[in-house]
Nanobody
Framework: QVQLVESGGGLVQAGGSLRLSCAAAGRTFSSYAMGWFRQAPGKEREFVAGINWSGGNTDYADSVKGRFTISRDYAKNTVYLQMISLKPEDTAEYYC?????????????????WGQGTQVTVSS
């Protein structure tokens, strides 16, 4: 089992940057595929980015390609989401998720563990 805690959200102007962090508690962090999802008010939770257990494979939603980068630090048991060129439509609650499996996963029901979320608000 793994516990996930997100941080790094906040209020930023359009065009700005933020880096979200997801700290994982557990000794098998390297065995987990990790993902970032987001949910805006009144909308479905959507996939943002995913990374496999080794960090060698990543995937992104089309809406964030070229602007967001997912990475992981095994020494810190942490997954990051670097976000640049932020847009008002990126405003949402961002969630970190984990699944003990190989591969990169883009569907929320494929993940077993979730963090509590961190709010990102982009003003125009």
């Amino acid at each position: 089992q793994v516990q996930l805690v997100e941080s790094g959200g906040g209020l930023v102007q359009a065009g700005g940057s933020l880096r979200l962090s997801c700290a994982a508690a557990g000794r098998t962090f390297s065995s987990y595929a990790m993902g970032w999802f987001r949910q805006a008010p009144g909308k479905e939770r959507e996939f943002v980015a995913g990374i496999n257990w080794s960090g060698g494979n990543t995937d992104y939603a089309d809406s964030v390609k070229g602007r967001f980068t997912i990475s992981r630090d095994y020494a810190k048991n942490t997954v990051y989401l670097q976000m640049i060129s932020l847009k008002p439509e990126d405003t949402a609650e961002y969630y970190c998720a984990a699944r003990m499996a190989f591969g990169v996963f883009g569907i929320s029901r494929e993940y077993d563990y979730w963090g509590q979320g961190t709010q990102v608000t982009v003003s125009s």
